[in-house]
């Protein structure tokens, strides 16, 4: 397979994330004392830092492969929406998808860190479900896009803070499906099982086990594994199972093929995002035709990678590229 092809290719695909937004804030800074009016660290504030977050960073990931994104999701008609069209702008990325709602707060999680080492969070956002209006509102962008930007696929992006409601999904997915839109899942507990008739669905090991309500242990018993996979695929209708495994790797399921790759060898910094990372590499995988097992091996190389570095980062496309080039036969 001619590598360099495989990776042109992607230059050319237009994938729309649809999911749950926020703002990565950071405050940093050196601590030297203790409040006298508390028992609490005094921080001598040296630094702020917002990065985009959530659905956003596979929009990032995708950008890093060189291909189109597109972001969709509601925010609020508040400081942090402005901040965080603006951190799209500043990256390059569109804000046609983007929805605004003044009863909807625009999620920011503010993290305080002293010396190196994380001593708050603060999180303002509110995670109930779309209302009605809302829900319409982003179908109906999301839609549109759908039918004029020539899109290849579409990832949705769970964070359980209220964005992909049943409806959201169900309306979302036959779209696509009417369209010839790939669809790819990266799912959380709450819709674990609303994404049905997508294209690949990609659980981790934990949300699986969760989604199912049984106790899976891969180390022990692969067989129960793969009958859970089977079990999903009979509930949801999925053409694909993509189940990361954390240090043994990824596993790969396509009708009756199936495929276990295992992990790379790495100097772990952060897991923070790897799962951004996989969904975006694999679905520019899966849109660009490549097997299985080939879709498998690239998004487990590429997960792999960005926990080498502290930190949630986009992927190095040249450095996948090389990794690709190195590794697989």
Known sequence: MNIEAVFRDFESKRILVVGDVMIDAYLKGKVNRISPEAPVPIINLESREERLGGAA?????????????????????????????????????????????????????????????QLLRIDEERVENLTGIQEEALINTVSSLIKSEKIDALIFEDYNKGTLTPKVIGELTSVASENNVVTTVDPKFANFLAFKNVTLFKPNLKELSEGLGKLINYSE????FEDAVVELESKLQNDYSFVTLSEHGVYM?????????????RSIADVSGAGDTVIAVATLCLCSGLSPKFVAEIANLAGGLVCEHRGVVPIDKDRLKEEVERTIK
């Open 253 to 265: 399921k396509y009708k009756d093929e199936q495929h276990y790759i295992p992990a790379h060898r």
């Open 221 to 224: 018993d692969k067989t129960a």
């Open 57 to 117: 960073n596979v929009a990032m990931n995708i950008k890093a492969m060189g291909a189109t994104p597109i972001l969709c999701s509601v925010v609020g008609d508040d400081s942090g929406a402005a901040r965080f069209n603006r951190l799209l702008e500043i990256e390059g990325l569109s804000t046609a998808g983007m929805v605004k709602d003044k009863d909807r707060v625009t999620s920011v999680k503010t993290r305080v860190l002293g010396n190196n080492q």
